[in-house]
């Protein structure tokens, strides 16, 4: 079987899990315009993120890639996770679009999200945030990412 053929004997949630892990891999590779290798572009997302950090959420791990970021966070009861997002999405388009001199939309309306369901859920999302720019190939160690939680 082709790999068409196989991807339609899966359930739904499979198709969408198997999307998740293609699109994750285009990202992590850098495809698009990756105006987050900009160091000034970078800056800001960092900036915006760290800002309200134990204010009103609290950021748990985060990392900037050239294309898309990783914000582990944890929110007050009665926070909502979009208002925050909206907020950081809003703020950064318009610094970065001054920075490099464009106009426009910079990211995508929506956002995937997940809930941590439990310790080791957790230590797990940790550990992808952290390698996600060694995997990628951008640096050797985590704490070499100057745009991440692990490089601070």
Avoid at 19 to 36: C, M, P, Q, V, W
Avoid at 86 to 113: C, M, P
């Amino acid at each position: 079987k082709d790999e068409l053929e196989r991807d339609r004997e899966l359930d739904e949630a499979e198709r969408m899990h198997l999307l998740g892990t293609r699109i994750e891999k285009f990202e992590d590779i850098g495809h698009g315009s990756a105006l987050l290798l900009k160091p000034q572009c970078a800056a800001v997302i960092q900036g915006a993120l760290r800002h309200f950090d134990s204010v009103r959420y609290r950021l748990i791990e985060w990392c900037i890639m050239p294309n898309h970021v990783h914000v582990l966070v944890h929110l007050p009861l009665g926070t909502s996770l979009g208002t925050i997002i909206q907020s950081w999405k809003t703020f950064t388009a318009r610094r970065i679009n001054i920075a490099v001199g464009q106009h426009g939309q910079l990211w995508a309306e929506d956002y995937h999200d997940r809930y941590i369901r439990d310790e080791k859920h957790l230590v797990n999302a940790r550990s992808y945030i952290r390698q996600n720019p060694v995997k990628a190939g951008l640096c050797d160690r985590p704490e070499d990412w100057p745009w991440s939680s692990a490089g601070q």
